[in-house]
């Protein structure tokens, strides 16, 4: 049940793990970076991440684009965006700085900075509200 309600988003975590900060130049950052940035983390290890101190990611978070920014699951985040992600922190850095990944394509697509800081301890504090799914129902037999 813990980890279910970890994977979940349900509670706050605490782990070693990236703060990844990406900061605006000229130009706006584009939604696409930001959601690459995220599922490469997902796809490397990442067991939870928070956006900017506020918002936890769930497998079901999406990004648009807003007018001052960027929302997240519908609550609008300004830069600069602030990524922290608990997990393996050698697979999580990998994860961005491989030739034509995220770091690169923030720097050279988006122009923006991207500072990345190993932790020991990451603390994520937001949690998500549980939904209840609309289709889907426990089978038979269970």
Request: aromatic content about 4%; proline content about 5%.
């Amino acid at each position: 049940m813990r980890t279910l309600n970890i994977i979940a988003g349900l509670v706050p975590v605490t782990g070693p793990g990236l703060r990844v900060t990406i900061t605006e130049s000229t130009t706006r950052v584009s939604v696409g970076s930001l959601l690459d940035t995220v599922q490469e983390l997902r796809t490397a290890g990442a067991e939870a991440m928070e956006m900017n101190d506020s918002i936890r990611l769930g497998a079901d978070s999406s990004f648009e684009d807003a007018i001052g920014g960027i929302e997240l699951d519908g609550q609008l985040l300004e830069p600069p965006y602030v990524l922290e992600v608990i997990g393996d922190t050698a697979n999580l850095r990998t994860a961005l700085t491989f030739s034509s990944g995220p770091v690169e394509t923030l720097q050279t697509l988006d122009g923006a900075t991207v500072r990345i800081e190993d932790l020991e301890q990451v603390e994520i504090t937001s949690v998500r509200e549980p939904g209840r799914p609309d289709y889907a129902e426990f089978s038979a037999g269970q």
